[in-house]
């Protein structure tokens, strides 16, 4: 399935991901605690929506499965709304056998509540805690259960990125993980711009300048589709 | 202060509230947990930034006092962005001296995080717990504190609506209540419609029909205006 793919990024007519299949995850998810209440996270959808207009750009049947954000659906592009972590699990797992590539950069939650109230909660005096319990860990899911799938996850850290990255790329037996330092002014959650490292499984690295992210995301496709067809001459 | 703002209601100018000065709350609370997660609920502010819009029509000095919404902000309104409880609180204490009429309807978060983690914290094997602790009441505060000011709050409830909007109006000094109950399709967080009733603090009560929140912004404002009006033949 690889080499096919580096095959028809050489091909002429400059649609390199034609006849594949992209699976986008993007956005945050909502963890409910009561009808009201919830718990999530800042991520934009921005890098993800970037990478379905990409990926379609370049030719790919591209399914998005995104998170509550406000942001236009890129044309061509199919999107499955989903709000919980289980509902993006689920929305992914849908896809998975016959996807070629999956780009995981939603921001889903680890935790959710344990128990989620029907409702409202009243408030009473003093402290309170929260029991959480972990959602299941999509990358890391799709890694076990991948075949012949290119795995790409995102790295959304605050501090020893790299190797947070590295680690999470064994773990999660992924091929690429794209790390990012969110504490950046330029990068990360709700920018318009992003400064990323590309890792690959080989010990492969690239950093790329800053840059927009609809720029950055056909270049990381770029890079990934002529790293993958490096691989073809080593191996 | 409310005798003036009768007599200025029935000046044939119609402009009810000129010369008077609103401050208005609108939309959710964040509290966070770490650079990256944080815990919100789904209030979009629509009816706030209606009854900011509705209260500048009628003639008042309007601030804003504005959680994180995506809402455009009416024109002649002066907006504040805010991001937590306690952003929250102390803007609308900035205002509340000079203030004539302050309405409450920020989904203020009841509860934050004890502690806030400087770098994101990493997910664990097991369950977690998160602690929390109380933010301030803000209607109560204001309550406390109200010497003139007329105080009107909001409860979004997802059952016994009545009884606790009129328990909130006599623990929290407020002198109405616009009670919503948010499990309706036609009313509370997101919708552009709402189905309220008004409760004052004289056992007053009035059931509005559904009707778009910018309507009903209107409507609030004549009801508790020409109410404090019929207060005044009774004193």
Do not use: C, W
Request: aromatic share 6%.
């Amino acid at each position: 399935k690889i080499v096919s793919l580096v095959d028809a990024f050489f091909q002429p007519k400059e649609l390199p991901l034609k006849g594949k299949k992209v699976v986008i995850t993007a956005g945050p998810t909502r963890e409910r605690i009561d009808p009201v209440r919830f718990l999530t996270n800042f991520s934009s959808g921005k890098m993800g929506y970037a990478l379905a207009e990409a990926a379609n750009k370049l030719g790919a049947e591209t399914i998005l499965v995104s998170g509550p954000v406000s942001l236009p659906i890129p044309s061509g592009v199919t999107v499955e709304h989903v709000e919980s972590a289980e509902g993006m699990l689920q929305a992914v797992l849908h896809h998975f056998d016959d996807a070629d590539i999956v780009v995981k950069t939603a921001a889903v939650a680890d935790y959710r509540p344990k128990y989620v109230h029907e409702q409202k909660m009243k408030k009473q005096a003093g402290d309170a805690t929260l029991e959480l319990e972990r959602t299941t860990d999509i990358l890391m899911t799709l890694g076990q259960k991948k075949t012949h799938q290119l795995l790409i996850g995102f790295a959304a850290e605050t501090n020893d990125v790299e190797m947070y990255a590295k680690g999470k790329l064994a773990k999660k037996n992924a091929d690429y993980i794209v790390a990012n330092d969110v504490t950046r002014e330029d990068s990360g959650f709700g920018t318009d711009t992003n400064t990323v490292v590309l890792i690959g499984k080989d010990n492969f690295e690239h950093h790329f300048d800053n840059m927009s992210k609809k720029q950055l995301a056909t270049k990381l496709f770029e890079t990934i589709l002529a790293h993958e067809e490096d691989l073809q001459y080593v191996r």
